[in-house]
Structures are given as structure tokens and as C-alpha cells.
């Protein structure tokens, strides 16, 4: 296996956990910004994972259906729709608190699919030369 896919793979695994993860050391400015309790920020978390955890049930089956290649994608779409929002609607704390939760809705997918088989969703962005001789998964 080459370098990009060891990298694509390692990506695919960390962004539900970079997600998460990076949002903690800002609460307490984003309550001072947002002249909310350090309680209600905590919500941004929360919401995250009301977001996160469930979804994992849905990407699973349909991943199996539709292909893992699809499915990683559209979540990382809606993930990325999340963080748009989270940016355009930056004035107001409940856009926010929104978009965190498409965040986690998002982000979901590659906490499943990387577990699910990281090698078929290495193999489905790899040309088929590079898989020599294996099969390809082309979602």
C-alpha cells in the first residue's frame, strides 16, 4: 500500500474525533462571545454527540447497500454543510448549535465505515492498477 492511501485512511478515522475534540478548548470564549452560561455552551457538545451516535446506526446499513465510497462522501457533504452553516450563521447561537449537530450527523459516517472495512474504502479511491489484482469497489 502507498503513502496516500495510509494518509486517506488516517483521515477518514480522525475526522469524527477531530471534530469533537477541537471544539472543547473554545467553549469558554464562544460563552463569552456569545453572552451565554458555560452550561448552555456545553450544548455544542452534547448536540454533537446526539448527532454522532445515532447516525452510526443509519450509515452502516446503507453503506452496505449503496457502497462505502457514496456513503463517505454524502457524510462528509453533510458535515461540511454543518461547518457552513456554523460560519454563515456565526451571529447567532442557535445556527450554531445546528450546525453542530449536522456536524455530528456528518461526521458519523467515518466513524463507521472506517471500522467497517478500511481497506474496501482505501481499494474504492485507489485506481484499479494500484489494487493489483484485487478487487476494486467502485461506489
Known amino acids: 500500500m502507498n503513502f496516500r492511501a495510509i494518509l486517506l485512511a488516517c483521515l477518514i478515522i480522525s475526522v469524527g474525533q477531530l471534530s469533537m475534540g477541537l471544539v472543547f478548548p473554545s467553549l469558554p470564549w464562544i460563552a463569552k462571545d456569545f453572552a451565554v452560561s458555560h452550561e448552555q455552551v456545553q450544548i455544542l457538545v452534547s448536540i454533537y454527540l446526539l448527532g454522532f451516535g445515532p447516525s452510526q446506526f443509519i450509515y452502516g446499513p446503507i453503506s452496505d447497500a449503496l457502497g462505502r465510497k457514496k456513503v463517505l462522501l454524502i457524510g462528509l457533504i453533510?458535515?461540511?454543510?454543518?461547518?457552513?452553516?456554523?460560519?454563515?450563521?456565526?451571529?447567532?447561537?442557535?445556527?450554531?448549535?445546528?450546525?453542530?449537530?449536522?456536524?455530528?450527523?456528518?461526521?458519523?459516517?467515518c466513524a463507521v465505515l472506517a471500522r467497517a472495512s478500511p481497506l474496501t474504502i482505501i481499494r474504492s479511491f485507489l485506481p484499479c492498477a494500484e489494487c493489483k489484482g484485487s478487487p476494486c469497489f467502485k461506489g
Open 78 to 109: 453533510i458535515a461540511m454543510l454543518g461547518l457552513l452553516m456554523i460560519i454563515f450563521l456565526s451571529h447567532s447561537f442557535t445556527g450554531m448549535v445546528i450546525g453542530r449537530f449536522l456536524q455530528g450527523l456528518g461526521t458519523g459516517c
